[in-house]
């Protein structure tokens, strides 16, 4: 049988060597996987501010080492609208985060180059520069950080809300009626300082049994009445109510005063922070993250119970806690605490130069006040037995603890 002949497959045109051939195809599929790289855009030329260049900003960052504002160049397109205390966007340590404008001033500190900002979020100057001294007062005090106390100062922006157009304030044309504060010694004395534009300081106890919020609605609408705004604090959301309820039946309506807490949610709370800060609502009351509310023409702070169970006084910052003859707190022409007793830090207030011109706001109370009187009372007391004081009526045997013989 013959042998078969070797059969030999035939080579395609082009094709040599097979180690060449494996190395070309892998550079072929690299080459082919690869994504061409995009030119970088390059930024336009941007041109500082003409004037007050520099901005101040407060970045948005957790870190306390870096609680401090840092300095950025203000670009002439944003000169008209980075104005103190709105929003920006700027670059920090490579990443874009929010922060506030603090202050515009002609030069920096700081001999290297400067960024521009980003861009910025709104026109709208949320943040008032004296609650911003607030914010840095109470922040050096606790400890904190700036950043931290202004997300409590300031409520999370809420873009459809704030495009809405203001609303105008309505105009207080009612009277106030004095005879609630008249059975407190100078208490419609403070009303007429309150109408008048000055300045008092009072400590106010209540009496038991007082319709406290119609007497808190009273000294509101006495400073509405004489131009100015007022801030009313309370404990908690069912305070909060009563006191809403006061000044809606005051006044008229909800038109001059608004409610700020933390029950509503944040698109009806940012309109209503909007309406004090444009003015809209002269009257704002609140639980404790109201007290950093921007009332226009503030004229009159009240807290009501500063010593309630409700309000935190271990981790967080008391309503009352910085100094009230302080710079930051300088906004405010006239301050009382109220309560319907007298707290440790209420007290010593009354005895300082805090308020020197005013007369504890308090009436006697035996008149006001049940009268309480015990059974034991009207009982003869029982003859006392000799023996041992620290156990009546009996004689122990031996030698008594105490210092004495038995």
């Known amino acids: 049988m013959p042998a078969p002949a070797d059969r030999t497959l035939p080579v395609p045109s082009g094709v040599g060597d097979r180690t060449g051939d494996v190395s070309t195809l892998k550079a072929g599929i690299a080459s082919a996987g690869k994504v061409a790289a995009r030119p970088k855009r390059a930024r336009p030329a941007q041109e500082p501010a003409a004037e007050l260049p520099v901005a101040r900003v407060c970045v948005d960052v957790p870190l306390p080492h870096l609680d401090r504002p ?6 002439a397109g944003s000169a008209d609208t980075a104005r103190p205390g709105v929003r920006v966007r700027v670059r920090f340590a490579g990443q874009l985060v929010d922060g506030f404008v603090l202050d515009r001033v002609e030069r920096s500190e700081h001999t290297g180059r400067l960024t521009y900002l980003d861009r910025v979020v709104s026109p709208e100057p949320i943040l008032d520069p004296a609650v911003a001294r607030l914010c ?23 873009a459809r809300v704030e495009s809405a157009d203001p609303v105008d304030p309505p105009e207080f044309t009612g009277t106030v009626d004095t005879s609630g504060w008249g059975r407190y010694p100078s ?16 400590v106010w106890t209540a009496l038991p049994g007082e319709d406290w919020p119609a007497r808190l609605a009273e000294a509101a609408a006495a400073c509405l009445a004489g131009g100015r705004g007022a801030l009313l604090v309370v404990a908690d959301a069912r305070d909060l109510d009563r006191l809403d309820a006061a000044l809606t039946a005051l006044l008229g309506g909800s038109g001059h005063h608004t409610a700020l807490s933390a ?39 009240a807290i ?32 009382s605490p109220a309560a319907p007793r007298r707290s440790s830090s209420s007290r010593p207030r009354g005895r300082t130069r805090w308020s020197p011109t005013a007369t504890w706001c308090a009436a006697p109370h035996r008149g006001s006040c049940p009268s309480v009187t015990t059974a034991s009372s009207r009982a003869t007391p029982a003859p006392r037995r000799r023996g041992c004081p620290a156990s009546p009526g009996r004689r122990p045997a031996r030698r008594c603890r105490r210092a004495h013989r038995c």
């Open 304 to 335: 009501w119970d500063d010593r309630s169970p409700a309000r935190p006084t271990r981790t967080r910052a008391r309503c009352f806690s910085p100094a009230p003859s302080s710079p930051a707190a300088a906004r405010c022409s006239a301050g």
């Open 70 to 75: 840092f300095d950025y160049l203000v670009p």
């Open 263 to 301: 029950a509503i949610g944040p698109a009806e709370r940012y309109r209503r922070f909007l309406a004090a800060s444009r003015g809209a609502a002269r009257i704002v009351i609140g639980t404790r993250a109201a007290a950093f509310a921007p009332v226009t023409g503030l004229g009159l702070v």
């Open 136 to 158: 840095r007062e109470i922040a050096d005090r606790y400890a904190g950080t700036l950043p931290d106390v202004l997300r409590l100062a300031v409520p999370p922006r809420h």
């Open 187 to 202: 208490g419609a004395a403070l009303l007429r300082a309150l109408t008048a534009g000055r300045m008092p300081r009072a």
